[in-house]
């Protein structure tokens, strides 16, 4: 393509400095202009078509182009476009948010406090848990326990929070009160002949010598994302969670599930938490609140949780946060027509049943000697590729081949994302099962395109 001084291409290049993006590869290649959406489709600027097989950013759940959405926000903007929530101020579609993410959440979340973002949120957990232990007297128990892989966000905290070096190589991150312990992902660190039975005990014990080493009395919560996601995809060992709540539980220490990815039916049942069974004293969603058509997160907690921070807002006479977005107008009243959609077109069971047609279609290439696992759950799946499949060896340079993979969908008309040695897979909760077939159709090519490169 041919780039005029003056093209958009040329104008993003000087001036847009992208989110993850290396910015000299960018200069060389220009930016991908996608300008329009329908259903699980994008259209970039040359006019070509792409399943959008990662929905976005895992987040597009009703599909581009729903006219209910557009005309939510329109009605919103017209009767008031902006409010805030700051001192004592309300707006109908936050409080009717509010209400209805309490009703549908896992039992014991009972309070809601909104943000922009997912990493926002994060932020807000790690800010909220350290005022309610301060509330309680608590002023030792500070730490958080994340895992290795695990991804929270890229705001100070939240990037503290996530274990992947790529959000902290280069920022000074994390900062100390984050201890990260082993990802529970089998394929990878589990060790030979170790059951997943097995595994999740090992890693409920290391959770546990984790606590004991830093003192219970300085453990405030620990942190994961029910099912891994942009670490790559990884379903824990089957009863990782029950094991690690027990932990949690003999120690007084808080269990977050940020449900960011996985909240609103992405694993065919509406919260992760009811998949794996979790009872979590927080929970942060977003994305699929909205299908991403505006920014919107929400951090749900427990009464408990409530009354501390309440006991000491009084006591110091405010609860110092909150963002000028917090609880938006329109951004709410999205996500309210956008859970009515959800509900009405029963998502959450089509993504079931899309997802347990993606899971299937996907398993074959298990034996594709290019790759060393296929895994996920639900409407949310991955293919792992290797250099070796008896060894598990990389690639090296890790990430080379699974980008090349990504490279060669894209130039078939499929959008998927490459996490290192890995392809995610996470379209819209729309598709229907033709369209499944469609995308593993197209995958398919792309996969053997890479097996010639490779040689
Ligand atoms: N938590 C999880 C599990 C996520 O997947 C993400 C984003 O992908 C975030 C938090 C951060 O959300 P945001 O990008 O809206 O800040």
């Known amino acids: 393509m041919t780039v005029l001084p003056n093209s958009l291409h040329a104008r993003d290049v000087a001036y847009h400095f ?28 040359q006019g070509r078509e792409y399943i959008e097989a990662m929905a976005g950013l895992w987040s597009v759940g009703v599909g581009f182009g729903e006219g209910r959405l557009v005309e939510a926000a329109a009605r919103q903007m017209s009767r008031l476009p902006y409010y805030h929530t ?11 948010l509010a209400e209805r993410l309490v009703r549908l959440s896992p039992e014991g979340l009972d309070h809601v406090f909104f943000t922009n973002s997912g990493s926002e949120a994060n932020d807000t957990v790690v800010k909220l848990v350290w005022y309610y232990n301060n509330a309680l007297g608590r002023s030792a128990k500070k730490t958080f326990i994340a895992r290795q892989g695990g991804y929270h966000g890229i705001t100070v905290a939240a990037a503290s929070l996530t274990g992947l070096p790529t959000n902290q190589r280069g920022f000074d991150l994390p900062l100390p009160f984050v201890r990260h312990v082993t990802c529970p992902h089998a394929y990878r660190h589990a060790r030979a002949g170790e059951s997943e039975e097995a595994f999740a005990d090992r890693l409920a014990a290391e959770l546990e010598a984790v606590i004991l080493e830093e003192g219970p009395e300085t453990v405030a919560a620990f942190i994961g994302e029910p099912l891994m996601g942009a670490g790559g995809v990884l379903p824990p060992p089957r009863t990782y969670w029950e094991k690690v ?3 949690c539980r003999r120690h007084d220490v808080l269990v977050v599930a940020d449900e960011v990815i996985t909240g609103f039916g992405r694993l065919g049942t509406l919260f992760a938490c009811e998949h794996y069974g979790i009872r979590p004293d927080m929970m942060v969603v977003s994305k699929q609140i909205t299908s991403s058509y505006q920014p919107l997160a929400a951090v749900l907690f427990s009464d408990a949780i409530y009354q501390g921070l309440a006991d000491h807002s009084e006591a110091i006479g405010n609860f110092g946060h ?12 999205v996500a309210l027509e956008n859970l009515a959609i959800i509900e009405e077109r029963g998502l959450v069971a089509n993504a079931a049943r899309s997802g347990a ?8 290439f298990a034996e594709h000697p290019l790759v060393g696992e296929v895994r996920g759950v639900g409407l949310i799946a991955a293919v792992e590729i290797v250099a070796d499949k008896a060894s598990r060896a990389k690639f090296d340079p890790p990430g080379r081949v699974a980008f090349h993979l990504f490279e060669r969908a894209q ?13 995610a897979f996470c379209p819209p909760m729309i598709i229907t099962q033709a369209e499944v077939d469609e995308l593993v159709a197209r995958f398919a090519l792309a996969l053997e ?3 010639a490169w490779v040689g």
């Open 449 to 451: 395109e890479t097996a």
């Open 357 to 364: 047609r993606l899971q299937q279609a996907l398993a074959p």
């Open 86 to 96: 700051f001192t004592h101020k309300a707006h109908e579609p936050s409080i009717l």
């Open 411 to 423: 130039a078939h008309g499929l959008i998927v994302r490459a996490i290192q040695d890995t392809v």
């Open 322 to 333: 909150g963002f000028t977005g917090s609880g938006h107008p329109v951004a709410t009243a």
């Open 245 to 247: 709540q027990a932990v």
């Open 18 to 45: 992208h989110p993850y993006t290396n910015a000299r590869r960018h200069e060389r290649v220009g930016p991908m202009i996608i300008e329009r959406g329908a259903g699980i489709h994008v259209y970039d600027d």
